[in-house]
């Protein structure tokens, strides 16, 4: 990676590692739920216009959005409400193991006895933070975020069934769907949103506009960026900064002290996730490998759907690698686009 994409990813690291401790201060002025509807309700007014609606995947979208949005941040953020910032941050990385193990229930990628051991490192790590004998987190606040970072997974595993859509278009369109699922699962669990909104402070709107505009829309601007021009396994460790970004900005900003017991359970917890996203051999440099089975099916779909919605063959084929390079994380982009130009030159019209 150039010095420039270098800093890129260690830009969104931080960017979402702020995010996070700031929530914790939006969680001192809303409640969970509404702070999370009014988040995801200023991502969609700020990137709504620019991106066209995915008519086709409009039911399946609507499913993500309400199981990694609403489930998701309902669960994750009441989680984050009983726990420190820093203990919290750690845990949900059991998000990358989670995701590793449910592709492979459900899309049958390949698990291998690595990621089999960055799962069980990653539950070890839960475990030493949960029974550290001082400053015990509340367990009910442990599970909350567990379950946080499984359905975090399970969205994911979603998103990657579908095909490709395009970052903004699912961002966009994932927000319009779940802010106002928030605001009713707001309505039904919690109290006081009046209250909340009437007496917020400049910090609290300060913090809504960060988590909706910077962390949200502008971090996954950079995120995708970095995932086009780069295998996926260069990109997914710098995500390995992001719970170290934001236990120091907890220290920092909201004066916690984690114990030796948290941080050697999130240094587990982000060794397991280290080896989870980390493949063996050398990466982007292995030759792309021809279409077959499932992953024929998913790569068309995605080429086929660009064309069918007006984009040119560049367009579909940009849709077509990154689905592609999902599964083959070790191919190189350029690599996997010629592969696949071939393959839709020869291929029929449909």
């Given at each position: ?289 021809p279409l077959s089975g499932d992953d024929d099916g998913a790569v068309t779909r995605a080429y086929h759907a660009q064309r069918e919605a ?41």
């Amino acid at each position: 990676m150039k010095p420039f994409d270098i800093l890129l990813a260690v830009t969104v690291a931080t960017t979402w590692g702020l995010g996070f401790t700031l929530a914790k201060i939006g969680l001192g002025h809303f409640p969970p739920m509404l702070l999370m509807a009014l988040r995801f309700t200023l991502t969609a007014i700020v990137l709504v216009w620019f991106v066209k609606p995915p008519w086709r995947l409009t039911g399946w979208i609507f499913l993500i959005a309400l199981i990694s949005g609403t489930i998701q941040y309902s669960l994750t953020f009441n989680g984050l409400d009983r726990l420190d910032a820093s203990t919290a941050v750690l845990i949900i990385q059991l998000e990358v193991p989670f995701g590793a193990l449910l592709a492979t229930l459900f899309l049958r990628e390949h698990f291998g006895w690595h990621r089999f051991v960055g799962l069980l490192l990653g539950f070890a790590g839960v475990v030493l933070i949960v029974g550290a004998p001082q400053a015990r987190p509340d367990l009910v606040g442990v599970f909350l975020v567990v379950g946080g970072a499984f359905t975090f997974a399970a969205g994911q595993v979603m998103v990657r069934a579908i095909g490709h859509v395009g970052g903004f278009t699912l961002i966009a369109w994932v927000a319009v769907f779940t802010a106002p699922q928030l605001f009713v699962a707001s309505y039904l669990f919690e109290s006081g949103q009046i209250e909340a909104i009437r007496n917020a402070t400049l910090e609290a709107w300060a913090v809504i506009a960060y988590l909706g505009i910077v962390m949200t829309a502008f971090g996954y601007a950079l995120w995708y960026r970095l995932l086009g021009h780069h295998p996926v396994n260069q990109v997914m460790p710098f995500l390995l900064l992001l719970p170290v970004m934001s236990v120091v900005f907890s220290v920092v900003l909201l004066g916690e002290s984690p114990t030796l017991f948290v941080l050697g359970g999130g240094a587990l917890v982000i060794l397991g996730v280290a080896i989870t996203v980390m493949e063996r051999g050398p990466r982007g440099n292995r030759k792309a490998r021809p279409l077959s089975g499932d992953d024929d099916g998913a790569v068309t779909r995605a080429y086929h759907a660009q064309r069918e919605a007006g984009a040119d063959d560049d367009a579909a084929i940009d849709a077509a690698v990154m689905v592609y390079r999902i599964r083959h994380t070790d191919i190189a982009e350029d690599k996997a686009r010629a592969l696949l130009a071939r393959h839709f030159a020869k291929a029929p019209a449909r």
